[in-house]
Nanobody, 125 residues
Framework: HVQLVESGGGSVQAGGSLRLSCTASGYDLPVMGWFRQAPGKEREGIAAIKLIGGIKTYYAESVKGRFALSQDNAKYSLALQMNSLKPDDSAIYYC????????????????????WGQGTQVTVS
């Protein structure tokens, strides 16, 4: 059973930065990523990283150029650096992973995630 543990949420003023971390207990996870959900809105995929067959990152247009996803000292540990934060970035942020052998493709990089963390709140005022 894969467990994902997030940390690093909090409150920040507009224009500020936050860094979220996620560590997965599993192995052979092909893709990990971050999603967010604001009150009254659908969950949105914001960034993903392909870990098998070459490292590659993917970003939603809403965060491209402001957020950076990377591995954090271990293959299944991620760091999401969030800069130039806006009030619209306020949401619960979830770390997620695609299972080994899972159904994932780069054209819809936000799909196929079946493991989820508990979420961490980010508030930008």
């Amino acid at each position: 059973h894969v467990q994902l543990v997030e940390s690093g949420g909090g409150s920040v003023q507009a224009g500020g930065s936050l860094r979220l971390s996620c560590t997965a207990s599993g192995y052979d996870l092909p893709v990990m990523g971050w999603f967010r959900q604001a009150p009254g809105k659908e969950r949105e995929g914001i960034a993903a990283i392909k870990l098998i067959g070459g490292i590659k990152t993917y970003y939603a247009e809403s965060v491209k150029g402001r957020f950076a996803l990377s591995q954090d000292n271990a293959k299944y540990s991620l760091a999401l650096q969030m800069n130039s934060l806006k009030p619209d970035d306020s949401a619960i942020y979830y770390c997620a992973a695609v299972p080994p052998g899972g159904n994932w493709n780069s054209d819809q990089w936000w799909s196929g995630f079946t493991y989820w963390g508990q979420g961490t709140q980010v508030t930008v005022s």
